[in-house]
C-alpha cells in the first residue's frame, strides 16, 4: 500500500515537472541601443490559472528571472560574462483592492489579473552590459531561468506554523533572493505536500542561437 501510495505522488510530480518543461523562455530581440546591449524576453503563461486561483485567495508569488551572457569558447566550456537578476513579488492588497507587482524600480497596482500576467511574463529592454565591454568577433549567446514560486516564504511559513499548531506570523518582508529562500525552505514532506497541490516550485529556462558584436551592430551566427 505505502508502495502504491509513492508511485502515484511520483507521477503527479512527475506530471508537474512535465507541465513545466513544455514551456520555456522565448528570446524575442537582442540589440544595441546607445552602445549597450540590450535584451527582450518573454514566458508565456507564467501566471497560470493555479497561481491567479492563489493571488486571487491571497496568496503570495514571487519570481526570479536570472540572466545570462555567456561568451563560447571551445569545446563544452564557456565563459559567463555577466549574470543579472530580475525579481519580483506579486500578491493581492486587501486596502488598496488591487493586485500589486513589487520590483526593486516600483510598486504597481492593478485591479487587472491580465496586466499583472503582462509585467510578469515580459522583460523588454533590459540593460545588460555596455558593448565596449565585449570582444569582436567573438560568439557570445544569452542563457535566462525564471524560478517562479506560487507561495512565498510568507506563505511557506504560515503554512509551517498551521501544520505545527502555531500562531500565525505573516509579515510581508523585503525582496529576497530564491538561493536565500531556499536555504530557508526545511522539510521535503512540504514540498512534496506543494508539489501535489500545484504549488511547488517551477523552473523555466531558454538561451538563444549565437551573435557576435561587430562594427557596433549584433550578428546572428548561422
Known amino acids: ?53 492563489g493571488l486571487q485567495k491571497g496568496l503570495t508569488s514571487t519570481l526570479e528571472y536570472q540572466v545570462e551572457l555567456w561568451e563560447k569558447r571551445g569545446g563544452l566550456i564557456n565563459h559567463l560574462v555577466i549574470q543579472q537578476f530580475i525579481r519580483m513579488k506579486v500578491f493581492f492588497d486587501n486596502w488598496e483592492h488591487k493586485y500589486v507587482v513589487l520590483t526593486h524600480e516600483e510598486r504597481r497596482l492593478t485591479n487587472s489579473l491580465e496586466t499583472v500576467k503582462e509585467k510578469c511574463s515580459q522583460i523588454q529592454s533590459l540593460e545588460v552590459i555596455p558593448i565596449n565591454k565585449l570582444k569582436d568577433n567573438k560568439k557570445y549567446f544569452f542563457n535566462v531561468k525564471v524560478i517562479l514560486r506560487p507561495l512565498s516564504m510568507e506563505n511557506y511559513q504560515e503554512i509551517k506554523h498551521w501544520l505545527s499548531g502555531k500562531a500565525k506570523n505573516f509579515k510581508l518582508d523585503d525582496l529576497g533572493d530564491t538561493d536565500k529562500q531556499e536555504k530557508k525552505l526545511k522539510g521535503g514532506l512540504l514540498k512534496m505536500f506543494l508539489a501535489l497541490t500545484g504549488f511547488g516550485d517551477r523552473v523555466i529556462s531558454g538561451k538563444c542561437d549565437d551573435f557576435t558584436i561587430r562594427e557596433g551592430e549584433v550578428v546572428w551566427e548561422k
Open 1 to 53: 500500500m505505502k508502495k502504491y501510495f509513492l508511485t502515484i505522488i511520483f507521477i503527479i510530480i512527475s506530471i508537474g515537472f512535465l507541465q513545466a518543461a513544455s514551456k520555456r523562455v522565448v528570446i524575442d530581440s537582442v540589440k544595441i541601443n546607445s552602445n549597450t546591449l540590450m535584451l527582450d524576453f518573454h514566458v508565456d503563461e507564467i501566471i497560470d490559472e493555479k497561481v491567479a486561483e
